[in-house]
């Protein structure tokens, strides 16, 4: 959060102060419908806009307020024109008023307003993290209940005439809802709350209302998420990977986790805010699909085709309740021709930004795609619908690699599922460039084996070599020493002659007395 916050401070920096007030003169909203979406943890506002030109001069753009408190905790903001084809139209931030404390949005329209003419806008705002757990902490098995505050106004830079705010929740059961009191009692209608019609609503006009009501599925928050797609021309293969640290956001547990009650109590499980698993679409023909985390691979997962997807089912090695986290990371192989055309040229690579949000938030999102050894001239275009914070371009090395592959790096935060969009990445690269790395292999064995050779070559021996003149020196000692050795020579030879008489003397002597002793017998018997 705190580097939410810091964001916002260098936003806020780079933006010109503006006077809200001085925009009232320009148009005045006929009629403003709002409609709050709170079935998901994520809130989804679309506002419909009827405004006039109430000024002396044609207009082209119309301004859009938005309270600073909410900016940290908007995702995504998007503008489209009600007439005609309904077109985009372009949105963009422009300044702040720190006397109102309102944060101020330009939209272009396509076409100049006459005085006294109308215009009809359409804005779409999805806002994270304002659903909070009340109370904070519930048993084990139990329902979650949530909160939600919100002004029950359009905050606006133009006063308007009339104004209806309609909110929709995941089901009937609403503990209690307060605000617009005395005057504007909202009206519950099943799932939904509507307050209004009022009237004559100045600018900048604020009434908070807030909303208690029963949330059972678990508030999740992806904290990190870094996406890996690696290009291959060679095996003509699209490899995804993606690591996630996921949180649980919900109400936490108020003792320990007891395991035998968890058991006992599976069949309500659905009415806990505890997540048991999470389910994935994949393409079609995806392959090779893998699930593990830090401890190994994890078992406890479910992959089937379909018949337009796959989808991939995994459970955690433990579940989730309120409070507690869990880091995974998994991937897949797809062929490379459903993501990839080539004309004039340039290869065109179209990959999705992030995939399978649902109802998660991502705080920290990373796209890093991985292009084949030799691209080059790359030309990135992000969606139109949002920016990216940052992007980066880096070098990655890999097996047999050896000039290293151009890789991008997109990063953004507060990712929710409208950000599910397609990045577009064009580059050029030769054919001639598949050669590099059996190449590179192929020279690199070859040296390796000519340095064996060599190496087997140098004289490993370990002694003193001697030069020409220690020779001869050498050589003249042992012709000196000569005569000594041979008498040395002669006198073992005499001492082995010495040993060999007495053993022969001794035989013979043993065999003449063997000889005697039989004839004495020989008489006597």
């Known amino acids: 959060m705190k580097q939410i916050y810091l964001l916002l401070f260098l936003i806020v920096g780079c933006l010109a102060l503006v006077d809200v007030s001085s925009l009232s003169n320009d148009f005045r909203n006929v009629r403003v419908i709002r409609a709050l979406d709170l079935s998901t943890s994520i809130v989804k506002e679309d506002i419909g806009i009827r405004a006039k030109n109430t000024g002396k001069h044609a207009m082209n753009v119309y301004y859009f307020i938005l309270p600073t408190i909410y900016l940290p905790f908007i995702a995504s903001y998007t503008a489209n024109s009600k007439q005609g084809n309904k077109d985009p139209l372009q949105i963009e931030p422009i300044g702040l008023d720190t006397n109102q404390e309102s944060h101020i949005f330009k939209i272009h329209l396509n076409d100049s307003i006459e005085p006294d003419q109308d215009i009809k806008i359409g804005i779409n705002l999805v806002y994270t993290h304002l659903v909070r757990p009340f109370p904070e902490k519930i048993p084990q098995v139990s329902k979650q209940h949530v909160s939600f505050t919100n002004n029950l106004y359009l905050s606006s830079a133009y006063p308007s005439d009339d104004m209806k705010t309609t909110y929709t929740f995941p089901s009937s059961r609403i503990v209690k809802f307060s605000g617009g009191e005395p005057d504007h009692m909202g009206q519950k209608t099943q799932n939904k709350i509507v307050y209004g019609t009022f009237n004559d609503i100045k600018p900048l006009s604020l009434s908070s209302a807030t909303f208690h009501y029963e949330y059972l599925p678990p508030i999740l928050t992806v904290t990190s998420l870094k996406r890996e797609i690696e290009i291959s021309h060679w095996g003509n293969n699209l490899a995804v990977e993606e690591h996630y640290m996921l949180t649980h956001h919900g109400a936490k547990m108020d003792q320990e986790f007891n395991r035998v009650k968890y058991q006992l109590t599976s069949h309500v499980s659905d009415q806990t805010n505890v997540l048991e698993k999470l389910v994935f679409k994949l393409p079609k023909e995806a392959k090779d699909i893998y699930y593990r985390d830090e401890v190994g691979n994890v078992s406890t997962s479910n992959f089937r085709n379909e018949k337009y997807t796959s989808t991939l089912e995994i459970r955690p090695r433990f579940p989730l309740f309120g409070g507690w986290k869990t880091t995974w990371y998994m991937g897949f192989n797809v062929s490379l021709k459903n993501f990839l055309r080539y004309a004039k040229g340039r290869y065109m690579l179209k990959v999705l930004f992030v995939e399978n949000v649902q109802s998660m938030v991502i705080d920290d999102a990373q796209l890093k795609v991985i292009l084949p050894e030799g691209a080059k001239h790359i030309i990135i275009t992000p969606p139109d619908a949002f920016g990216i914070d940052s992007v980066e371009e880096i070098v990655h090395y890999s097996y047999f690699d050896s000039t290293g592959r151009p890789a991008i790096i997109l990063r953004k935060r507060n990712v ?28 690199f064995f070859f040296t390796l084996c000519l340095v064996s050779i060599l190496i087997s070559k140098l004289p490993w021996a370990i002694h003193h070599h001697l030069d020409e003149k220690e020779v001869t020196k050498l050589s003249k000692e042992v012709l000196i020493k000569a005569p000594v050795i041979l008498d040395s020579t002669l006198v073992s030879e005499k001492i082995k002659a010495s040993d060999v008489q007495p053993t022969a003397h001794y035989k013979e002597k043993t065999i003449k007395e063997k000889t005697n002793g039989s004839k004495k017998r020989n008489k006597r018997g």
Do not use: F, M
């Open 416 to 443: 929710v599922s409208n950000h599910e969009l397609p990045i577009l990445i064009s580059y050029r690269y030769s054919s001639l460039r598949l050669l590099q790395k059996p190449v590179a292999a192929t020279g």
